[in-house]
């Protein structure tokens, strides 16, 4: 993934790509939170996607939050976090991402 996708058709082309690259396959995005902000421009968003990891048949449900910057009805920045633990628990994939970590000090 690029660090960055600029306008709004590279945003969709990043997402889509992105999804359809993974073994984990979104089907639904639940219980959907929109908290106040004190900056009339910034939404912030919970949300938890659903869906089924392809190469296990074994359904998936992933946290996340975005945090959307809007000026002038156009989305102008977003950061996109999503629980990486539970990604990994989802690719059935913990032990790995442990031995990452610990190989990093």
């Keep these: 993934m690029p660090p960055r996708h600029e306008g ?12 359809s690259a993974s073994p984990a396959q979104p089907q639904d995005i639940r219980d959907v939170v929109v908290h ?17 990891v392809t ?10 939050l975005l945090v959307i910057r809007v000026r002038d009805g156009q989305i102008v920045h977003v950061r996109d976090y999503m629980d ?7 690719m059935d994939r913990p032990a790995a991402v442990v031995a990452s970590l610990s190989d990093r000090h």
């Design 36 to 52: 106040d902000s004190t900056d009339p421009e910034v939404i912030t968003v919970e949300q938890v996607v659903t869906g089924t």
């Design 8 to 19: 709004r058709e590279e945003v969709r082309a990043g997402y889509r790509a992105a999804w």
């Design 84 to 90: 990486g633990l539970g990604v990994a628990h989802a």
């Design 55 to 64: 190469t296990t048949g074994q359904p998936f449900s992933l946290p996340g």
